[in-house]
């Protein structure tokens, strides 16, 4: 194999620092000599000069006969090793400096013809997957999103989401282009510069006009694609200097200044409520707020907007969207709780709860997410630690209330309370749900692998425990695609228990394993092109390194492609996924160009890429830094 040069500056190798410390031979012998009592000695006789003058003739004949650069690198790398350490160095002839020292170790080089950035760092670092299976992989993914990207700018654009079946756009999320945004900070991470110039165009020419014009949205849903989305593409276009894209787009202060519009505007849902509870209907160009219609929001949704607010404030320098995001959180750990659970409902007039209904899907997920997350993003402080507290108490909660298995076959699954902590267990599990492996994995190690947990002793037997649930709902997470025909997951499953069974209702995949052990209603067997379980697995192969996640995400991405893509451009949701061919919904949801397809190819790349103990993602895939971790650009 020829020598390639190192992926870096010589000067990192060969300049006195902690990690490298430059010693030349020559320097090294006459140091070494020049200290030594043997010069002393040796010099004073005749012996003692000649032997010194064989060394000096050695040395330098070694040094002439050396063909090799000093700074060669060649073959020797543990194929798909995980501690990224080179395996020997060689070169042309004995090295007489390594007889004296080990040689330093060195990241792997780049494949030939591969771009590449990593996490905090742009393009000053490269990407250390070198496994062509899996950089076709990744590129079949980008493919997809561009074609997805395709169909929406070609009948969609500036709309919230495509229908691509019937070729046309729909506003479902306020009219704030809400796909425009969401796919925007995939693209710069893929590298997909001509979506990122697209995208990037149409926010400074038309977002803020649309902000400023918009009437009623979600609080929730327009914090976490839309605020999320700018505040992301911010970041990696200021510090990350756009990831893998050369596109440079508008200046990064067009993002945060548009963000800071939005939020401005969306503050009146705290702002209106009577309590620390925000209301969850806003109207932007008054601005104002108003509650739903029977009162209440959700428990996800008012605890899912720490992320955002708290990062604006951060780049902005105006602590208002932290203080009024946080008091939401500060409020909840007053409330009374169920061993950590909470109902799935909460009063904005009153600050309680409201229901008994308990559960890990719709309306309760993100809740248990961002105590991890938000805690994690202030970078473990002292003043949030009362939210690890309430998260670990919440996650003991789920093992003793909610996880159950199937039979026949053992399916570990996570079940709903509807009539709270004294009415009956309900064996049913909404694909929503398969958030929770990746958070419980993130939460036991942090962020970083397993391995290096362990080495560092920085995992305790909670955690193991909390890991190993991850994995085993994992696996229940991917089996909900493989039982059915088109190897699709339903948004809802039960399963099969002692206590609940139905016949007749399996999701057709007969060669199944799990096939009873997995009930499919009718009512639910739509596919909404839902990331969760891909989310989860690219968590779970970053943290335990196991190959088969990605074999999964890669059966499910395949399972996409067959049946969701949409010739003339786009992907569409099903209606049922149990039947072949499954009939199309004809809806794009902002959420596969923004999560789905962005945690797939992040799942078939490299760990270093966007690594988690450096960058939290929040319920909409957005990539957040942790604070003190990345350099402000």
């Known amino acids: 194999m020829s020598s390639k040069s190192l992926p870096y500056s010589k000067k990192d190798v060969y300049y006195d620092n902690a990690k490298f410390r430059h010693r030349s031979f020559v320097k090294m012998i006459s140091q070494s000599l020049h200290t030594s009592n043997v010069k002393h000695h040796c010099m004073s006789c005749s012996t ?27 073959g020797g790398f543990v194929k798909g090793s995980k501690n990224n350490s080179v395996e020997h160095i060689t070169g042309g002839g004995i090295r007489f400096g390594n007889i004296f020292r080990k040689p330093p170790r060195l990241p792997p080089q780049l494949p030939p013809g591969e771009k590449g950035s990593t996490g905090n760092l742009g393009h000053e670092r490269r990407k250390l997957n070198s496994d062509p299976k899996w950089i076709a992989r990744q590129q079949d993914v980008k493919k997809a999103f561009i074609h997805a990207w395709s169909g929406y700018k070609k009948y969609a654009m500036g709309y919230d989401e495509l229908m691509p079946v019937s070729k046309r756009g729909v506003d479902g999320l306020g009219g704030l282009g809400a796909t425009v945004v969401d796919a925007l900070d995939t693209a710069m991470i893929m590298g997909a510069d001509e979506v990122v110039s697209e995208a990037s165009l149409w926010i400074e020419a038309h977002l803020s006009n649309r902000i400023n014009q918009t009437g009623q949205v979600n609080l929730f849903e327009t914090t976490i694609r839309v605020l999320g989305g700018l505040l992301s593409a911010y970041h990696l276009s200021s510090v990350e200097k756009g990831m893998d ?4 787009g508008p200046k990064p202060v067009v993002y945060l200044e548009t963000a800071k519009n939005l939020a401005d505007r969306l503050l009146s849902g705290f702002t209106s409520s009577p309590t620390a509870i925000p209301f969850g209907d806003v109207v932007l160009r008054d601005p104002s707020a108003h509650p739903a219609p029977d009162g209440r929001s959700s428990t996800s949704e008012v605890s899912s907007l720490q992320l955002e607010f708290n990062y604006l404030s951060s780049v902005s320098g105006d602590p208002k969207y932290s203080v009024e995001a946080m008091k939401v959180l500060e409020h909840m750990k007053t409330l009374p709780k169920v061993e950590g659970l909470v109902p799935i409902f909460i009063n904005p007039s009153t600050g309680e709860f409201s229901g008994e209904n308990i559960r890990l ?24 630690t009362y939210l690890y507290d309430m998260y670990e108490e919440a996650m003991k909660g789920v093992r003793h209330r909610l996880v159950r298995k199937s039979i026949p076959n053992g399916l570990v699954f996570v079940g709903e309370l509807p009539y709270g902590s004294e009415g009956s267990f309900s064996p049913k599990m909404d694909h929503l749900v398969c958030f929770l492996p990746g958070t419980l994995a993130l939460g036991a190690t942090k962020g970083i692998t397993k391995k290096k947990a362990m080495t560092d002793s920085v995992i305790n037997f909670e955690d193991l425990k909390n890991l190993k649930l991850a994995e085993d709902l994992a696996k229940t997470c991917f089996e909900m695609y493989s039982v059915t025909s088109t190897g699709l997951a339903p948004e809802i499953a039960y399963f099969h228990t002692e206590e609940f069974s139905e016949g ?16 499919i209603k009718p009512a639910d067997r739509h596919n909404l092109l839902r990331p969760e379980t891909v989310e989860s697995l690219f968590v779970l192969y ?3 390194e196991d190959p088969k996640y990605r074999e999964w995400g890669w059966q499910i991405f395949e399972a996409f492609e067959k049946y969701t893509r949409i010739d003339t451009g786009g992907y569409s949701s099903l209606d049922d996924v149990t039947s072949i061919p499954p009939h199309k919904r004809d809806k794009m949801e902002t959420f596969f160009l923004g999560e789905t397809l962005k945690y797939l190819y992040l799942l078939f790349g490299d760990s270093s890429v966007l690594p988690l103990d450096k960058f939290v993602f929040n319920t909409e895939a957005h990539p957040i830094p942790v604070e003190g971790t990345t350099k402000r650009g």
């Open 48 to 74: 003692g000069k000649f032997l010194f003058l064989i060394m000096i003739f050695g040395v330098a004949y070694l040094m002439l006969t050396h063909t090799s650069p000093t700074n060669s690198v060649t």
């Open 245 to 248: 894209s050369t596109h440079k």
């Open 361 to 384: 899907g719709s309306r309760g997920d993100s809740y248990y997410e961002y105590l991890l997350k938000v805690w994690l993003q202030k970078n473990r402080e002292s003043n949030v």
């Open 504 to 519: 007749g209702l399996d999701g057709g995949n007969k060669s199944s394993e799990y096939v009873n052990d997995i009930i």
């Open 542 to 544: 970053r943290i335990t």
